[in-house]
């Protein structure tokens, strides 16, 4: 199957910092890619949805200021958490979905983010 | 009124009995049914696409009800590898149920 690569996996972070997420798909082109955030025991929350070469689409009560998503090519999507707080601490997963195919989505492994 | 509402769960069920979870959606117009599995502090992991015929994939078969709106997978004969959070997507915008937690005990 595809592959998308989400890097870093785990990051500690002190209050008051900016973090980058960045997801890859590394063997397909992404025109779209999906950013989801999931609290302990809850299920994922769409946070954005993020096409290539235009600005990302915030879910309701998202704030775009807060997450930064930047969609710069076919295989490569960021999210910079900015001026991160103890209550952005969540599991950070992106997708990404095929140019062609079945609108399956391949899924990042995910980011674990910890704000001190 | 959410996009997506699941069972809830836990289901505890023993090896070898055969479960169900439902799904129902609330937009007509949703054009794609997915089924993924997530295991513990893990991502997502397709386990099948949904089909209007309804599809079968060994011990899994899913079906989709267009008319009432909803879709469901069934599981026969549980192993305890299959203990994990089931999650329904449909695709309207890729919208995540709240996900079914199976138990399966020895």
């Known amino acids: 199957g595809a592959v998308v690569s989400q890097h870093p996996s785990w990051v500690i972070c002190k209050s008051g910092t900016s973090v980058k997420i960045e997801c890859r798909s590394l063997?397909?082109?992404?025109?779209?890619m999906f950013w989801y955030r999931q609290f302990p025991k809850q299920s994922l929350m769409l946070m954005a949805t993020?096409?290539?070469?235009?600005?990302?689409?915030?879910e309701q009560g998202v704030e775009k200021d807060k997450f930064l998503i930047n969609h710069a090519s076919l295989t490569l999507s960021t999210l910079t958490v900015t001026s991160a707080h103890p209550e952005d601490s969540s599991f950070y997963i992106c997708?990404?979905?095929?140019?062609?195919?079945?609108?399956?989505?391949?899924f990042g492994a995910g980011t674990r983010l910890s704000v001190l | 009124r959410k996009e997506v509402e699941q069972d809830p769960g836990p289901f505890n069920v023993p090896e070898g009995a055969t479960v169900a979870f439902n799904c129902t959606y609330s937009n007509s117009a949703s054009q794609s049914f997915f089924w993924y599995r997530q295991d513990c502090r893990k991502e997502p992991k397709l386990l099948m696409s949904?089909?209007?015929s309804g599809n079968e994939d060994g011990r899994f078969t899913a079906q989709l009800n267009r008319a009432s709106q909803y879709i469901s997978l069934l599981i026969r004969d549980s192993k305890l590898s299959d203990s994990a959070t089931y999650l329904c997507?449909?695709?309207?915008?890729?919208?995540f149920g709240s996900g079914t937690k199976l138990n399966v005990k020895p």
């Open positions: 997708s990404a979905a095929a140019l062609e195919g079945k609108n399956i989505q391949y």
């Open positions: 063997d397909f082109q992404a025109t779209t």
């Open positions: 993020s096409n290539e070469g235009s600005k990302a689409t915030y």
């Open positions: 949904v089909y209007s």
């Open positions: 997507v449909v695709k309207h915008e890729f919208y």
